[in-house]
């Protein structure tokens, strides 16, 4: 069982950048890949970035590309999302999901757990 908490979330001007994190319980957090997801009012959840249990590995959506940035502190159960020049189309609740598996997928079903979001709100 692992849990999961989002934080920094926020509301920004566009250009403005943003960190979130998230927070894992358990001593496993190494064994996990860790993706992030968005979800606007209205449409459906989409994967934003992933990184491999090492961080060896990373991909991000081609709307990101270029602007966040994942990263992952396994000594601190921690994982992180920077977010730079923002847009007013990143506005979406922003998720935090793990599956116990060396490798991330972009696929919102294969993550087991996920935590309760934080709301990203960018203003043009």
């Known amino acids: 069982q692992v849990q999961l908490v989002e934080s920094g979330g926020g509301l920004v001007q566009a250009g403005g950048s943003l960190r979130l994190a998230c927070a894992a319980s358990?001593?496993?957090?190494?064994?996990?890949?860790v993706g992030w997801f968005r979800q606007a009012p209205g449409k459906e959840r989409e994967f934003v970035a992933a990184?491999?249990?090492?961080?060896?590995?990373?991909g991000y959506a081609d709307s990101v590309k270029g602007r966040f940035t994942i990263s992952r502190d396994n000594a601190k159960n921690m994982a992180y999302l920077q977010m730079n020049s923002l847009k007013p189309e990143d506005t979406a609740v922003y998720y935090c999901?793990?599956?116990?598996?060396?490798?991330?997928?972009?696929?919102?079903?294969?993550?087991?757990?996920w935590g309760q979001g934080t709301q990203v709100t960018v203003s043009s």
């Open positions: 999901a793990v599956r116990r598996s060396s490798h991330y997928t972009l696929k919102p079903e294969e993550y087991s757990y």
């Open positions: 358990g001593r496993t957090f190494s064994m996990y890949a």
């Open positions: 990184i491999s249990w090492s961080g060896s590995s990373i």
